[in-house]
């Protein structure tokens, strides 16, 4: 059976799009999503992700394959991406602005396509306590900030935030001189992590603007994190390294594959992350 997909990215983060909506079961299982996501034997891509129809509260509903086939609750560049896949199998037309209420295994999702094509998606309020992440650094009722971590051979100072799925946040003074893929797995397989990690190094550049590289879990080095830029906000607003102005606290995240804009609504807690989504091209899966 051939399947069509589209290619998209967002900051050069990039993901398989399966039109799912007429099937209640996903058109890939984890093991054909990891086989096309392969860079050499496959399509090339960070995950997959199907549109399925939505339910009463939702308009559509996102579930999402890392490229090791794993499930992944919530993904930021990727629900750009599928907000601009829906956008185009809707017709729309350029300079339309449309908000779509998506179920995810993160809860409700509310992005929104802006005139300019780029998209502003509210990505709910950050869930700090151990439980939430999950993980084993702290007591189940207690927020993860700035907790000695041993990785490699030092300890490293991590704070954790989910975002629906988990990251750890580490800063550092220069991120380009992380050895990335030698901490990457260590960070993302240690056993304080029941359910792995993702992890994002970070470096203050000034009042509102960060630099970060990450280590996806269940995808490894991507040029960019969407769930992960709103995680590093969190951490640096926590560890007192970026200051709220009013009740507002705003960074640009810099990314290996560009910036993200994020917003965090002290009041309601929700954040906001604003970036691009663009589609690369269609086939099809023999
Ligand atoms: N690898 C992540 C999912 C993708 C998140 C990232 N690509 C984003 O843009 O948020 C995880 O297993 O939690």
Redesign the pocket.
Known sequence: MSLSFQKYQ?LG?DFLLIDNRHQEELLLTPEQAQHWCDRHFGVGA??VIFLLAGTGESDYRMR?Y?ADG??????????RCLAKFIFALEGRSAGEIVRYRIDTLAGLIVPEVQADGQVTVDMGKPQLLAQQIPTTLAAADQKVIDVPLMVGDRPWLVTCVS?G???CVTFVENVAAVDLATLGPQFEHHPVFPQ?T?TEFVQVLGSDRLRMR?W????GM?L???????ATLVAAVLTNRLSPVGNQAQATVELPGGDLHIRWDLPSQHLYMTGPALAVFSGTLP
């Open positions: 967002g983060n960070d995950g999402m890392n794993s499930v992944a609750e919530m993904c930021g560049n990727g629900i975002m799925n988990p990251h792995r993702n990450v996806e879990r269940g995808a991507t960019a994190c969407g769930t992960g830029a709103c």
